[in-house]
């Protein structure tokens, strides 16, 4: 293999070691904005739940059907 094709071949490798440490910086980011995210969810979810639990009518204290 020739030097100019070695160095070609080195090259490109040490593009595509770039370009995958800057796509695993882009996942690690996501990951964290997805995390984030799922967090702001539950508690949303939460907060709902305890306000229709605070909305509901007890039982027994419904008013009756109107007819």
């Not at 996501?30 to 995210?37: K, P, R, V, Y």
């Not at 305890?50 to 007890?58: I, K, Q, V």
């Amino acid at each position: 293999m020739s030097d100019a094709r070695i160095t070609e071949l080195e090259t490109k490798l040490i593009f595509a070691e770039d370009l995958i440490e800057t796509l695993n910086q882009t996942v690690i980011r996501q990951q964290a904005q997805l995390d984030q995210i799922q967090q702001q969810l539950r508690l949303l979810h939460r907060q709902l739940q305890d306000a229709l639990a605070r909305e509901a009518p007890a039982p027994g204290n419904e008013p009756p059907p109107h007819y």
